[in-house]
């Protein structure tokens, strides 16, 4: 009963859960792949605030006042004995360094906001506020040059110092922990999301598995019955039972194939049922070819004048086909010609493009002439400026400028003058592809007018052609007429023949059809032959004229 209810589910529904299946497991993969990024994105946060903003900071804050304290002193010396080094020098260092520290610190305390631990996030800010007050004490005691209150806010200085070292380990232990603590919160996590990830894969394969066995049973098994019983039907044996299944597309292709096999061997005892009456139907053909032998009709007797006419009237066509022949062929001629002259046209519309082209060309070259001469002018211009500001040594040097003004102005005026010409040559080429293009068109409308007078004639002559083909096709026809009684004796002939074919034809039939085994249950409607041999036999008032003679 189970299979039979699997029988009956759609093979399209099959598809779509194996689908939805395929689409639910990835779906709910990059659900998990999302949700560990997601938390690990911001485990990597909380680590990177505590390694990275925090104890960088509070590193910085730590070295920069042990480092400030050390300049301190040294600015101290320096202060006191400036064969050290450069007391202002000195100074500055110590400020670069207490600015250090106020950055590290505001650092420190943004990134610490939220922190878990205050009461170490205040006592560091303290301390390191009181040390910044000290050492700005010192800093001033260092300008005054108050050497006991330095040595007295040191000692101050110092203090706070170790405090804040003492406070800064112990938040540091804190937050080394909090940091162990979230990488082991985040191992138990990925260990619990890969027990998920391992149950999922485990239950997605397990309901492919059981979508290949249920498509095993449902898809590949059918069609491979189906198979195999073609291949039966293919050997010619039809009585093999095609079995029923369900209501889906396997069912159907069972049913459809059912049906198609009952219509085959339908079609082969049709086959074989009619081979007999074929066979029959032969030899009655036989006996109405010995009636057709008997029959012969008339010949007309005035077929010598209209012989006569139909040779005159045909050596007229013939002359008028010949004449259209010969004028169609005159125009092809003309055709080829005026073809021809509009290739050359066409070529010489080319040449007349490509020296407009190379006009254009030299034009462009004249224009970069003209350039060089206007360059050159000023050039001697600025050398004839430069020749009068050198006086007597420079009288030489502008007679040179002014015979070079004097060519570059020559060489203006001769390429405005060859430009001017090829103004002149560009108008007269543009004309003349004008010109060319009406030529051009003019020339492909004769072409085309010769050509649809060549259709005209060739019209004509197949006109005039088949006029003369069907005047000797009437004679022929007259002539036909007298020799009826051997046209009729040799087509006796051949349907006897066609009649002894037919019965073999008819045989091959049965025998073919014998090779197939089918069910003798099954009940053919044979063809009935209702002709008679009056029906098959015509008589003498039955007989027509062939179409020829009509």
Do not use: C
């Amino acid at each position: 009963m189970k299979s039979k209810k699997l029988e009956n589910i759609s093979l399209r529904y099959l598809s779509l859960a194996a689908l939805l299946l395929i689409a639910v497991s990835i779906f709910i993969f990059a659900t998990l792949t999302w949700h560990i990024m997601q938390q690990s994105n911001s485990d990597l946060s909380s680590l990177e605030q505590i390694n990275v903003q925090q104890g960088s900071s509070l590193n910085r804050l730590h070295i920069a006042s042990l480092e400030g304290l050390n300049r301190m002193d040294r600015a101290l010396e320096r202060q006191l004995r400036p064969s050290l080094g450069d007391p202002v020098e000195a100074l500055q260092d110590v400020e670069h360094e207490l600015a250090e520290m106020t950055s590290s610190l505001a650092t420190f305390l943004q990134a610490t906001i939220e922190s878990p631990y205050q009461a170490l996030r205040t006592s560091i800010e303290q301390e390191a506020t009181l040390l910044l007050i000290s050492m700005g004490e010192q800093l001033n005691a260092i300008t005054t040059g108050d050497r006991a209150g330095y040595r007295q806010i040191t000692l101050e200085a110092l203090t706070h110092s170790m405090a804040l070292a003492i406070h800064a380990r112990a938040f540091n232990q804190v937050a080394d922990q909090q940091g162990i603590d979230l990488m082991q919160s985040a191992q138990q996590r990925s260990q619990s999301v890969a027990t998920w990830l391992i149950g999922g894969v485990s239950l997605s394969v397990g309901l492919l598995g059981l979508l290949m066995l249920l498509g095993h049973y449902q898809i590949l098994l059918p069609i491979n019955h189906l198979i195999a019983h073609f291949r039966t039907m293919a050997s010619g044996d039809l009585t093999a039972e095609v079995p029923k299944r369900g209501k889906n597309e396997i069912g159907q292709l069972y049913e459809a194939l059912n049906t198609m096999q009952r219509s085959f061997t339908s079609t082969v005892k049709q086959l074989h049922t009619n081979s007999h009456y074929i066979f029959a139907s032969a030899q009655r053909l036989a006996l109405g070819n010995e009636d057709l032998a008997t029959r012969t009709h008339q010949q007309n007797v005035s077929l010598d004048t209209t012989s006569t006419n139909l040779h005159i009237l045909t050596d007229s066509v013939a002359d008028t086909a010949n004449h259209a022949i010969e004028a169609q062929r005159l125009t092809e001629t003309a055709v080829e010609q005026a073809t021809q002259g509009h290739q050359t046209m066409e070529e010489f519309l080319l040449t007349m493009q490509e020296i407009r082209i190379r006009s254009q060309q030299v034009n462009d070259i004249m224009d970069v002439i003209n350039a060089i001469s206007f360059q050159t002018n000023l050039l001697a211009l600025n050398a004839s400026v430069e020749a009068a500001r050198a006086g007597e040594q420079g009288r030489g040097f502008a007679v040179v400028a002014e015979e070079v003004r004097s060519l570059a102005t020559r060489s203006s005026d001769a390429a405005a003058q060859i430009q001017s010409i090829l103004v002149t040559s560009n108008n007269s080429i543009e004309q003349g592809n004008k010109l060319s293009l009406n030529a051009s068109r003019n020339i492909q409308e004769a072409v085309l007018s010769i050509e649809t007078i060549n259709k005209s004639i060739a019209k004509i002559a197949v006109s005039a052609s088949q006029q003369h083909q069907n005047i000797e096709q009437i004679s022929g026809t007259l002539q036909e007429q007298t020799q009826v009684t051997q046209a009729n004796a040799r087509q006796v002939e051949a349907t006897s023949q066609d009649a002894i074919s037919l019965e073999a034809a008819a045989e091959s039939m049965r025998e073919q059809a014998a090779q197939f085994k089918v069910d003798t249950a099954l009940h053919v409607e044979p063809y009935e032959w209702s002709a008679t041999n009056q029906e098959i036999l015509p008589t003498a008032n039955q007989y027509q004229e062939p179409a020829s003679l009509a």
